[in-house]
C-alpha cells in the first residue's frame, strides 16, 4: 500500500532544496538521508533524499535527482509516497489516513448530506472536507464533539454540527436578520 507522506511546495535556495508540506506523524523516521519515495505524478520521481533539515517550522527537503532551483521548480505539488503494510485494526485506532476517508458517505443521523472529498491535515485540526449532492464544499472540523463516529468497513462518518455550520460554508446563505453585518 502506499502511502502519502509530504506534497512539494516551493524551491528554497539554488542547490535544489525544496519546502515540503509534511503529512505523516513521524516525520524524522520518515525524511532521513537515502530514503526513496514514489511521486506523483510519475514522470517526476522516483525522488531519494539527498538532504533533510528544518528551517524554523520548514522542512527543506534535497533530492539526489534535484540538482538545482530550476529542477526544484518541476516538482512543485508533487506528491510523495512511501511504500507500507496494510496496518491492522489494533495498531493504529487512534486516527485514518485520507486514502480511508475519501468517499466515505457523511451523514447526520440517517440523512446522507454528502461524501468526504479530502482531508487536510492543518497545525491545530484537521478538517475534512465533504462535497454535497449540490457540489458544494463544506469544511467539517475532524474532532471527536462534530465526527464523532468514523466506519469505513461501513463506509460513512456521522456528523453532529453544530447550529450554523452548514450556513457558514454556504456563499449565498442569507444575511443575518437582526442587523449584524451592517455597515451602516
Not at 502511502?3 to 512539494?8: D, E, H, K, P, T
Not at 522542512?59 to 512511501?82: P, Q, S, Y
Not at 479530502?118 to 471527536?144: H, M, N, R, W, Y
Request: charged share 30%; glycine share 10%.
Amino acid at each position: 500500500m502506499q502511502l502519502q507522506v509530504a506534497r512539494i511546495g516551493k524551491p528554497h535556495g539554488i542547490r535544489g532544496e525544496v519546502t515540503v508540506q509534511v503529512l505523516t506523524d513521524a516525520p524524522s523516521e520518515r525524511f532521513v538521508a537515502g530514503t526513496e519515495f514514489v511521486v506523483e505524478p510519475a514522470s517526476a520521481g522516483p525522488l531519494t533524499i539527498r538532504s533533510a533539515r528544518w528551517n524554523k517550522d520548514i522542512l527543506l527537503l534535497g533530492f539526489e535527482e534535484i540538482a538545482d532551483r530550476n529542477a526544484a521548480e518541476v516538482i512543485r505539488g508533487a506528491k510523495l509516497f512511501i511504500e507500507t503494510e496494510e496496518l491492522s485494526d489494533e495498531d493504529d485506532d487512534e486516527g485514518w489516513y485520507e486514502h480511508e476517508l475519501v468517499g466515505l458517505e457523511a451523514r447526520v443521523g440517517s440523512q446522507v448530506v454528502g461524501k468526504v472529498a479530502a482531508l487536510s491535515t492543518l497545525p491545530v485540526q484537521d478538517l475534512l472536507t465533504v462535497t454535497t449532492e449540490e457540489g458544494k464544499e463544506i469544511l467539517i472540523p475532524f474532532v471527536d464533539e462534530i465526527v464523532p463516529e468514523v466506519n469505513v468497513e461501513g463506509g460513512y462518518i456521522l456528523i453532529t454540527p453544530p447550529s450554523g455550520l452548514f450556513e457558514i460554508n454556504d456563499e449565498n446563505a442569507k444575511e443575518p436578520k437582526d442587523g449584524a453585518g451592517d455597515d451602516a
